[in-house]
């Protein structure tokens, strides 16, 4: 069974951080992209950061360049997040996906073999 458990979700104030965390399972890991998503109320999903499990190159969107960091531990097939000088505007379901390399730095949704469920979070002001 293909699983992808996201984790580390939770409540911080403005300027905080957090880690997220992404298990998966029942897939090659090593096959695939993993990406981070995320979708804040009443807004379209999107992708916001991926890493190539194999070499190590990451991705970013503009607006989380320089406070967050996604990085993988192979040999527990799981990827993070850390987010640091978290803003209200970070505020979401994060979700991470598994999908093909090519498309790591355009993180088109439709594209994402996997899912995870997502883990909430919510920035304050």
């Known amino acids: 069974e293909v699983q992808l458990q996201a984790s580390g979700g939770g409540l911080v104030q403005a300027g905080g951080s957090l880690r997220l965390s992404c298990a998966a399972s029942g897939f090659t890991f090593a096959d695939y992209a993993i990406g981070w998503f995320r979708q804040a109320p009443g807004k379209v999903r999107e992708g916001v950061t991926s890493i190539d499990v194999i070499d190590g190159t990451t991705y970013y969107r503009n607006s989380v360049k320089g406070r967050f960091t996604i990085s993988s531990d192979n040999a527990k097939n799981t990827v993070y997040l850390q987010m640091n000088s978290l803003n209200p505007d970070d505020t979401a379901v994060y979700y991470c996906?598994?999908?093909?390399?090519?498309?790591?730095?355009?993180?088109?949704?439709?594209?994402?073999?996997?899912w995870g469920k997502g883990t909430l979070v919510t920035v304050s002001s």
């Open positions: 996906g598994a999908l093909r390399r090519r498309y790591r730095t355009t993180l088109p949704t439709n594209r994402v073999h996997y």
